[in-house]
């Protein structure tokens, strides 16, 4: 993270997904910030993105980072963007500095692989059947960025799983998170990776003129598989914009 050199940088989970479920809050200590990831405040659900961008935000005004910067990778693009919304509607106090978008959830072209799949069968019949063999797939994928997502997944609650696949794929197929995006203010990025197959939403967001780029030699996971374009292209954006020293997400 030396990237983030005097910058408080917050890593919260994705409640009931991820390594670090179950963690409350750990703080590492990083130049001159800190560097705090786990759960910021508990979470006991519903698995949706309103719900999350809501605790999200409501937990970060009361511990007191009320201007922030995201950076938000596949679902959690969403999440920021209802996030957004919030803080545009002055809900909760805080201000979005700028957004980062990594692949995020942006329209019906997204969220039509996993999280479309995982949404379309039955909750029991995915908790029991599908997610076990999803999580096989994953651990056992050539793919290291995959074998390294397949970890996570086996701290991840299936039933959540199945319940961010149906609010992500709801919210993709709305529409309505792409004109989100678009009425952003403050400065915002897509990156993605240039072995992903998005052309649908390259293609649009260039159309509209909204900054993008590429991470080379990357796929989805990015952030694993170029980790240091990957940040050298948050960097380049935060100097770009006269971005230092902010509370980041």
């Given amino acids: 993270m030396r990237f983030f050199q005097g910058a408080p940088c917050l890593i919260p989970n994705l409640p009931a997904h991820g390594i670090a479920h179950g963690i409350r809050q750990r703080k590492k200590r990083h130049s001159k910030g800190d560097m705090v990831y786990g759960d910021i405040e508990a979470y006991q659900g519903p698995y949706t993105l309103v719900a999350v961008a809501r605790w999200l935000s409501t937990s970060l005004q009361r511990h007191g980072?009320?201007?922030?910067?995201?950076?938000?990778?596949?679902?959690?693009?969403?999440?920021?963007?209802?996030?957004?919304?919030?803080?545009?509607?002055?809900?909760?106090?805080?201000?979005?500095?700028?957004?980062?978008?990594?692949?995020?959830?942006?329209?019906?072209?997204?969220?039509?692989?996993?999280?479309?799949?995982?949404a379309s069968y039955e909750r029991e019949d995915f908790i029991h059947r599908r997610f076990p063999r999803l999580l096989e797939r994953a651990c056992t994928s050539d793919n290291p960025s995959t074998r390294r997502w397949g970890m996570a997944l086996k701290e991840t609650r299936a039933d959540a799983f199945h319940a961010y696949a149906q609010s992500t794929t709801r919210w993709s197929s709305s529409g309505q998170l792409y004109a989100f995006y678009k009425m952003m203010s403050s400065p915002t990025l897509y990156l993605y990776g240039a072995e992903s197959e998005i052309e649908d939403n390259t293609r649009r967001l260039r159309h509209d003129g909204m900054p993008l780029h590429a991470i080379e030699g990357a796929g989805h996971f990015m952030m694993f598989e170029q980790r240091t374009l990957f940040w050298q292209a948050v960097m380049a954006f935060y100097q770009e914009h006269g971005i230092s020293s902010h509370h980041s997400l």
């Fill in 65 to 118: 980072h009320t201007h922030i910067h995201i950076v938000a990778h596949s679902m959690g693009g969403a999440i920021a963007l209802l996030m957004a919304q919030r803080a545009l509607q002055k809900k909760d106090g805080i201000t979005i500095g700028s957004l980062i978008c990594a692949e995020g959830n942006l329209s019906p072209h997204d969220g039509k692989l996993i999280s479309r799949r995982a």
